[in-house]
């Protein structure tokens, strides 16, 4: 065989084709033989050409797996010595390092079954030999060893990490510190002791000058391995980085901004300082390195791109630019800001394109400051939406857009502004910045109420007009656009709903593939215009509408299917029973969508090599292939799963508005929405968690006249709530535990505490981790000890876990109290003075819900909480004042005597809300509201000759009716009382009684309690009253008296 097969090497290293294949074919067939191994072994170290002992060496990698078992222990030493020869004779690099690959694959079954023990000792000495060569292929072996045997390696981990060292440092061959890196990046994987770690940090400044030398010579493949090390680096668990954050910050900085250095190359370096700013960002803070960074990625966005390049440096600028806006806001704002500033003024278009382009990324993560700065910010992007450049007006209004989207309600102050400017954009030359001024329309527009009322008739006549003459990217921008107008509009919309809904008529007929996504646009705005229509309108004109969108679903496109699911959502919801007909037909296509394959897909590459129809050509020393199945493609497709997402929320609200008529699904429902609350992606199993709890209020109307009803609705409950307990602690999406907190919060209120008694423990337990921050969803990736000074308020979560206290408290009462005791110190943790102004509000109105509902044992509490509410009394946040009134109103009223030594603390810091200075009206009912409940307890301990008058002046509320009942039980005890300090006040009473009845926002109980007030009045003063009221004016008398009794 071996005269044959060198022949057969040479012929096909041939350039002429047909001698390749031909020897080909026959090496295919030789190397079936396990004889083929010594045959390759010898042409590796004998053949005369480095090519031909090269190819050898990468055949006998192939081959040696599937024949090394039936080689007899003569002949597998054999193999073991030549291949240590040639690893130390051979001249040539390529072969060297091809039979080093050889090694690593036989050494993946010899050395686990001690049959190689003098491998290891061998490399060891061969690493510190005095030849190159053998340094760098021992190096080259180990690195290829750690795929194979690296776990053999940890008992001379410390003689290794020495070895490697050294060799990153040897100063007489620049292949050696090479090799040396690669190796080091290999060993990473199993650096995890302690020791180990701190050990580990050594090499960074090795690791940097290797990477240096390699860039300064052009060697950029080489140099990015570094970046790969501290990618794996940054990932590890351990704490791997410490001290060295900073050199490797500042290295992927300089590479960053390198215009001289490849795309890729460039793109590695940003990546590390994105991964740094995702899971390392306290480092970055700590090490004052945030500025630094900016510094450098803000320039970066100016950078003249390539649409195609994913790899753009601009693109990859701008994640770490909002990673780090997204976890260390404070730091990031006001340098980002600056920039802004500067560049808006710069002659360069790229610079004034960056500028816009920087404050839009940012909004999200460092929304609360920009809140407070939203004067110059906007500023900047609405001169930026008139600038002579197209691509500065397209970033403009895709800024103003992210805007729309994360500066809410703040940025509808200005919709003065801001809509004008957004309205002039849709007239833009260029359909780019068209598209993208929609985009800012229909976000800006869909927070907005009865501000849109002035402009929506110039709105509706560019966006109609737009619908009918635009092309179809624009035409579906646009129609999100009429969403937004439709829902902020409501009932002024009606008049142009006809006109839309016709339009909507003529795309939801579309079926050519490239007009699919605009017939799911138009089956969305359908759904938008005919919750504003309503039901009345809707039900005669609805059932063509169902057809054109269940014919939709025979056309194969998953976001036409999602946004028809939306569609069937909103008409449940609109219709109600109305909609009981349509669910034989709808519930199917949505168990359908359930039940797809999400796509999900890992294609496994297991070809052998007799299967490979590329042969061998382009063979080398470095070719991938080793015997091992390979993972090839990783896919997932984002659109079924929005399906999918649909889908379940749409079993949901089918359940919620049919009630009893879902019977029939109910089941199968369940079962769906089940599996789906345990679904990989967070959107699906957000949708999964809400409708669970709509599945309840199904199931309560279908078992409520069943014998065995009951029993069927306890199991239903008992899946429900389990599911809920373990989404607390066990899921790491904070929005799907934020539903699952609210679901129980409901289910306590709807069903009462007797049926959710069995879960208190662990309902308790589960808020409890939530409360000291420990569930899965709250464990920060950083290595590093977050500062109380640098937390950002939770508002997703946290405002969720907070309303569950007061949850139990109203189910309980006073039962409340031993579970209370466990929860109040992890509550109170959020009160400290170092957390967000956000949290302290969250614990006061938290600590006001408990004590309005758990009643006198919060008395318990008074001096921990006390004096926090009056401290926050003071607080320049309006929500923070109007927490702090409500709390301190139901403290006085809840707590007893213990109170009382704080009435005149609380007084004094309750008479600033009533005055001029206070400008939300909110506040003033919330220290009304307080006031009122102090005077009811404690009259005696309240001066009401001061007071009073103080009080009456902010009446009528204005803003929060919640308070009605408590102040005007207040005014009508007082009445009752024939209190002195009343008489004198009685002209103002009188007056503020007329506005009440007035008012269409006032209940009936409310209504009652100044109809009695005024009655009494009447009844002592008599005389003295008539010209007082025939003084008011006839709305006002009227409204008296149509709420006073006969008399």
Partial sequence: ??????????????????????????????????QVVPALVQHLRTAKTPNVRQLAAVLLRKKITGHWAKLNPQLRQLVKESLIQSITIEPSPPVRRASANVVSIIAKYAVPAGEWPDLLPFLFQCSQSAQEDHREVALILFSSLTETIGNSFRPHFGDLQALLLKCLQDETSNRVRVAALKAVGSFIEFTHDENEVIKFREFIPSILNVSRQCLAAGEEDVAVIAFEIFDELIESPAPLLGESVKTIVQFSLEVSSSQ??????????????????????NSLKKHKLVIPILQVMCPLLAESKDDDDDLAPDRAAAEVIDTIALNIPKHVFLPVLEFASLSSQNANPKFREAAVTALGVISEGCSEPMKQKLEPVLHIVLGALRDTEQLVRGAASFALGQFAEHLQPEIISHYESVLPCILHALDDSSDEVKEKSYYALAAFCEDMGEEILPFIDPLMGKLLGALQSNPRNLQETCMSAIGSVASAAEQAFIPYAERVLELMKMFMVLTNDEDLRSRARATELLGIVAMCVGRARMEPILPPFIEAAISGFGLDFSELREYTHGFFSNMAEIMGDG?????????????????LDDGSAVDIDDSDDDGNTGGFSGVSSDDEAHDEPRVRNISIRTGVLDEKAAATQALGFFALHTKGSFAPYLEESLRILVKHSSYFHEDVRLQAITGLKHMLTAAKAVF???????????????????????TMTEDDDKEVVAQACMGIADIMQDIGFVAIEPYVPQLVESTLVLLREESACQITESDD????????????????VSDILPAFAKAMGPHFAPLFEKMFQPLMKFAKASRPPQDRTMVVACLAEIAQHMGSPIAAYIDAVTPLALKELASSAATNRRNAAFCVGEL????????????????RLLFPLFGQSETDDAVRDNAAGAVARMIMVHPESVPLNQVLPVFLNVLPLKEDKEESVAVYSCVLNLVLSSAQQILPLVPDLVNIFAQVALSPDETAEVKGL??????????????????????????????????????
């Fill in 1 to 34: 065989m071996s005269q044959s097969l060198e022949l057969l090497l040479i012929q096909f290293l041939m350039p002429d084709n047909d001698a390749r294949r031909q020897a080909e074919d026959q090496i295919k067939r030789l190397a079936k033989d396990p």
């Fill in 260 to 281: 001289n250095l490849e795309t890729s190359t460039r793109h590695q370096a940003i990546q590390i300082v994105s991964w740094l700013a995702k899971y390392k960002y």
């Fill in 579 to 595: 909609f009981v007909q349509y669910l034989p037909h709808v519930v199917p296509l949505a168990f359908s969508s359930c039940n």
């Fill in 704 to 726: 409520q006249n069943q014998n065995d009803g009951p029993t069927k609705a306890r199991e239903i409950l008992d899946t429900v709530m389990g599911i809920y307990i373990k």
């Fill in 785 to 800: 000890e977050i500062e109380d000074d640098d937390t950002e308020h939770d508002e997703v979560l946290m405002d969720a």
């Fill in 892 to 907: 006085c009223k809840n707590g007893g005597d213990s109170v009382l030594k704080y009435y005149n603390d609380i007084l």
């Fill in 1010 to 1047: 100044i109809s009695r007030a005024l009655s009494h009045l009447i009844s002592i003063y008599g005389q003295q009253m008539q010209p007082i009221l025939s003084n008011l004016p006839p709305a006002h008398a009227n409204a008296l008296a149509s709420i006073a009794p006969n008399s």
